[in-house]
């Protein structure tokens, strides 16, 4: 049986985000979305209980957790290891990856983030690779969801820290890193196996057929036949010897 892709969504937590990666995987790997409430303010803990419900009832299944969504990937795979088969941790992070801005926290529930220009978020996002279609997915999504419910998220990941659960993982673990990711740094997901691709953080977004194939690459090993006409990925593959090592 095929694993499922299970996808866990960056902050907005819509998942209509991964519209383009999923595109560039063509139907060829069942896709599960997992999709945040949009007006209720949850933490991390909550999120994750949240996410654990919605997994697939039955059959084997990879999990992938983008940007705000890799400690909920961390904590749901030590938690759930029945039928799971590898984690995916995409332009992510396992605790604060910007501890200078742990100052923050006393002021994140007074955050504007309604105000802040859409041009802003779409420059640490996007970068050069941006486009018209970016910024309005980028927007629509946005406008789903309450400012609340955003300055919830942005305090989780302030206070987050799954590095231990990480360690105690039995299932293979890929971190997709992107190498111009102005958001998160690289050293943020210290696991596994990496593979650094030439894109900015919403590297699912800018860099769909690239992704797909080391995302199918990844779940090939798990269970997937091959797609014909694969071609080596334009990554560079850095093993880290504390973990399990995948050929990709």
Request: aromatic share 6%; hydrophobic share 50%.
């Given at each position: 049986?095929t ?13 209509d ?20 409430p ?21 059959g ?28 995916i941790?995409c332009?992510t992070?396992?605790r ?15 955050l504007?983030?309604?105000?802040l ?7 640490f996002?996007?970068?050069?690779f941006?486009?018209?279609s ?5 927007k629509?999504?946005?406008a ?5 419910v955003?300055r ?10 799954v ?17 111009r ?8 997901c210290?696991?596994?196996t990496t ?5 900015p ?5 800018v860099?769909?057929?690239e992704?797909?194939r ?6 090939g090993?798990?269970g ?8 080596e990925p ?11 090592t995948?050929?990709?």
């Open positions: 049986m694993p499922t892709l299970v996808l866990l969504p960056g902050m907005d937590g819509t998942g985000l991964f519209a383009p990666l999923i595109a560039a995987l063509g139907g060829r790997v069942p896709i599960k979305i997992v999709r945040y949009s007006t209720v303010p949850l933490d991390y803990a909550a999120l994750e209980d949240f996410a654990h419900a919605a997994l697939p009832q039955e084997p299944f990879v999990l992938l957790g983008e940007s705000f969504s890799g400690p909920i990937a961390v904590s749901l795979a030590a938690r759930v290891p029945e039928r799971l088969l590898g984690v941790l332009c992070f396992l604060n990856p910007r501890p200078g801005l742990a100052f923050l926290r006393a002021g994140v529930g007074i504007p983030v309604t105000i220009p859409l041009r802003l978020f779409c420059h996002l996007f970068g050069r941006g486009s018209l970016l910024r309005e997915a980028l629509a999504s946005l789903q969801v309450l400012p609340s955003l919830a998220r942005l305090l989780a990941v302030l206070t987050v820290d590095t231990d659960k990480l360690a105690t993982l039995k299932v293979p673990v890929l971190c997709l890193q992107g190498a990711d102005r958001i998160v740094p690289a050293s943020a210290p696991a596994a593979v650094s691709l030439e894109a953080h919403a590297l699912l977004q860099i769909p057929e992704a797909a080391v995302i199918e690459d990844f779940i090993s798990r997937l036949p091959p797609r014909e006409g694969t071609q334009s990554a560079t593959l850095r093993p880290n010897p504390c973990f399990k995948l050929t990709l």
